[in-house]
């Protein structure tokens, strides 16, 4: 067999596409919407790489237009968890064999197809399924997967260099070998990106996988794999199931080959999950690998030296971007006195022109929550705070599910630090402000770190470099991205990679080799070329 030390393709980040009026790609994304809302679709399982239905079919809406059907999805049970742990058993063996460079051909592949011809499809379901605006889907479901799918195949490469020094007569030499078991990706509804990288970074580097999307995602992780498929993704490296988490986990958590669990979703489940774990440890062929990114309750702080401006947009587009589903959203800020007048002006005009409705309509800015669980939750937030004698509702307040899960951009400010909508993750478009004096700006920063059990993301702002010299020490452990004059959302593979600690997760920076490095067991081979044949040393000589 030839072979060779490959340099696969440099990694750069997918160009984002403007839908400008008159753009082309507007033009093809409404074409593609139009296409998608005009039919409903049959969605299966895939194990094995066979499409898969039950007679249990569950339909899937627009969060925006709850009454409108997609199409149905064919739910499933325990044997189909089952099945999916013995087709990713059954393939592992072949794929964990396959030469590097060609998984790495099959992730580039996929990376091309979505940034060419699935790309509008691919925005047209999260825009569909998940209602996010034509930007916000361009971002995730376009650019990012594709930047994830891009860099981690340079990761690898990296990673696979990456070899120990050798004494004379001796070489050393590190080989990467994929989990023993299966990995578990549990993907959340709120990225399309999240949802590919999650089942796709173990099974790049080997490993075969089982994957479980939130039900709300679904419309968009069919389009996946249909991907993944046409990429050349071989039969029971990837298999997609749809069942509650109580079914999946308790088939999984109690197998013998689990071999680590992907996760992305909220700190409670995380938490329940990692107990489980440790429950069975003893079941198992090896210590599973635990990486999980779960929730935020991700701040602003402003120096009294800030530019006004500045603040008040990270506060518009930080909070309010995709409905403030997003596990970086912004849902807590700091304002000093003597700006906040200021801000709030700029923030109550930003939002006066905000437009909301259907992502159909690419003038709207804001569009619907995911679910009615979630809108009932949000609605609940915003009740007490009005019955509240700690709160005023700034701006917002007001919400409406007849047609859709729609949640006006909501701004409460406080005059309790702690005022539950402080401290707690809402995961809706709802930001609460504190107002504290200038000469209590060291105070408030240890205000920040001790009001959240989170520390995901966050941000200061403020043009006085010893200022922010403080800030950033005195938040070191606070947010595991951290922003400087900038809103605290937008990660970009390849620039930040992004995970928090604390009630966050592990940490392990999705978009990095930090991440890869999780998902394989080095072996170390020492070999000695002419090995000794005496067991004396020389110090056992006599004088």
Same mark, same amino acid.
């Given at each position: ?87 990713? !058993? ?65 990761? !690898? ?181 003597? !700006? ?204």
């Amino acid at each position: 067999m030839a072979t060779g030390f490959f340099n696969v393709p440099v990694a750069k980040n997918e160009p984002i596409y403007s839908y400008a009026p008159g753009s082309p790609e507007r033009a093809k994304l409404k074409a593609a919407i139009e296409e998608a809302r005009s039919k409903q679709i049959d969605i299966p399982m895939y194990i094995n790489g066979k499409e898969v239905r039950t007679d249990k079919k569950k339909p899937l809406s627009p969060p925006h237009d709850h009454q409108h059907i997609l199409g149905y999805f064919s739910e499933g049970d325990a044997s189909h968890v089952q099945a999916s742990i013995d087709a990713a !058993m059954a393939a592992k063996k072949d794929w964990a064999n396959m030469s590097w460079e060609n998984r790495a051909s099959i992730f580039l592949k996929a990376a091309e197809l979505i940034a060419g011809p699935y790309r509008y499809k691919m925005n047209a379901a999260t825009m569909l399924g998940q209602s996010k605006n034509a930007f916000q889907a361009e971002i995730d479901s376009a650019c990012e997967i594709v930047d994830f799918l891009r860099f981690n195949v340079q990761y !690898m490469t990296e990673i696979y260099k990456q070899q120990p020094e050798s004494s004379a007569g001796i070489w050393n030499r590190v080989e990467q070998r994929p989990l023993e078991g299966f990995v578990f990706a549990l993907t959340p509804f709120n990225f399309t990106a999240i949802a590919g990288n999650l089942p796709t970074a173990p099974a790049m580097m080997g490993n075969t996988v089982v994957w479980k999307p939130a039900y709300t995602q679904i419309y968009s992780a069919h389009v996946l794999m249909e991907v993944f498929t046409e990429a050349g993704v071989p039969p029971g490296v990837i298999n997609l199931f749809y069942v509650d988490g109580p079914t999946a986990g308790d088939v999984i958590f109690k197998h013998q080959d689990f071999g680590g669990i992907h996760f992305t979703g909220s700190t409670g489940v995380f938490q329940h999950i990692w107990k489980t774990i440790g429950e069975n440890i003893y079941k198992y062929k090896s210590y599973p690998r635990i990486v999980g990114e779960t929730g935020g309750k991700d701040f602003i702080i402003a120096h009294e030296s800030a530019h006004a401006k500045a603040v008040a947009t990270a506060i518009s587009r930080g909070a309010f971007e995709f409905q403030g589903q997003k596990c970086s959203a912004a849902s807590r800020a700091y304002i000093p006195s003597n !700006m906040w007048e200021e801000v709030k002006g700029y923030v109550i005009e930003d939002l006066k022109t905000f437009k909301m409705g259907g992502t159909e309509d690419f003038t709207n800015f804001i569009n619907a929550v995911i679910d009615e669980k979630s809108f009932d939750k949000i609605a609940k937030y915003i009740d007490d705070a009005k019955a509240s004698d700690k709160v005023e509702v700034i701006a917002g307040g007001n919400y409406d599910k007849s047609k859709g899960y729609f949640i006006e951009p909501t701004v409460l400010l406080t005059t309790d630090p702690k005022y539950t909508t402080m401290c707690e993750e809402i995961f809706g478009p709802v930001i609460t402000i504190y107002v504290y004096e200038p000469k209590d700006f060291e105070a408030t920063l240890k205000l920040v770190d001790e009001t959240s059990p989170y520390a995901l993301t966050g941000a200061i702002f403020s043009q006085d470099r010893y200022a922010l010299e403080v800030g950033v020490k005195a938040l070191e452990q606070s947010a595991g991205n951290f922003y400087i004059n900038d809103k605290p959302t937008g990660a970009v593979v390849g620039q930040q990679p992004f995970g928090g600690a604390r009630g966050s997760g592990t940490n392990d920076k999705a978009g990095s080799m930090i991440n890869l490095l999780r998902w394989v067991s080095p072996r170390l081979i020492k070999e000695t070329f002419v090995p000794p044949v005496d067991y004396r040393y020389p110090f056992l000589g006599e004088d």
